[in-house]
């Protein structure tokens, strides 16, 4: 089965992952910009990122068949610093126009700030000016469930933003009703250790439905596995949930998600089962 991971960190992975994701069935992938693993000191390192997410990455990815997307921010952990956070802000409308350029994201709160919260609003604002799709980072742990009700409450205070052009992500069993009962997608990271496991995921499919889900690995510098969205297709299979119901999620969801944005020139492939 064909498939996309909605949430990826490529630029973290070698070059061997994206040839077993190949192998696999996943024909496409979208690239948040994301922590570098420290934090960046000026706006020219941020630029030098965006450049690689743009181009290096889609075309390490084209290698392998596999059609590669991004989104561009300054990350939640980096949002603290207000006053580089909209330096970075100010140039993001210089890739913007790019191809596979989705919309803004992963943006969200980390430690649920002030400054988070400053930075967050003013990437709405830039969002809403160039007409832009937005991908959610909710916080982690015990910050989850507070994180996710005040990205919630700021999302729905702008009447502004069109809600089926957001993705919540990273929601677990106690943050994917709010998300999906206020109108927005939601994103389920299947993760080792944090986050969800494939069978949890299986649960909510259980649970909720179908409807504005979707699952991805957000394969990155910690503890992760990029292949984990092939796992998640393997624990609905031994479920005996049915081919359609599994594709949907994995390849007709993404698809139907990100073809909002005018960046999303998908190519399916001809023989999609």
């Not at 498939?3 to 979208?30: F, K, Q, W």
Request: hydrophobic share 40%; charged share 25%; glycine share 6%.
């Amino acid at each position: 089965m064909y498939y996309i991971d909605p949430h990826i960190h490529m630029v973290s992975r070698t070059t061997d992952d994206y040839e077993t994701l190949a192998r696999m069935g996943c024909v496409g992938m979208s690239e948040p910009a994301f922590w570098a693993g420290f934090d960046r000191g000026s706006v020219d390192s941020f630029r030098d990122y965006f450049r690689q997410l743009t181009d290096f990455e889609r075309r390490r990815a084209a290698q392998f068949g596999i059609q590669h997307f991004t989104w561009l921010c300054i990350n939640a952990k980096e949002a603290e610093n207000v006053s580089l956070s909209r330096e970075v802000l100010a140039i993001i409308p210089e890739f913007l126009g790019l191809p596979g350029v989705l919309g803004i994201g992963e943006i969200g709160l980390n430690k649920n700030t002030r400054n988070e919260a400053t930075v967050f609003l003013e990437h709405l604002e830039l969002a809403v000016q160039h007409q832009q799709q937005i991908l959610v980072h909710t916080p982690h742990l015990d910050d989850k469930y507070a994180g996710t009700r005040m990205i919630l409450d700021m999302l729905c205070d702008d009447r502004r933003i069109e809600r089926h052009r957001v993705l919540i992500d990273h929601v677990e069993e106690h943050t994917i009703r709010p998300a999906l009962e206020q109108g927005f997608w939601a994103g389920m990271t299947l993760y080792p250790l944090t986050k969800c496991t494939p069978a949890r995921a299986a649960d909510m499919i259980e649970i909720y439905g179908p409807e504005r889900l979707m699952v991805n690995s957000a394969g990155d510098w910690g503890p992760s596995k990029p292949t984990a969205v092939p796992d998640f297709i393997m624990e609905m299979r031994r479920r005996g949930h049915p081919e359609s119901l599994i594709r949907r999620v994995v390849y007709d969801n993404p698809v139907r998600f990100f073809r909002q944005s005018a960046g999303f020139q998908f190519h399916a492939p001809d023989d999609t089962p």
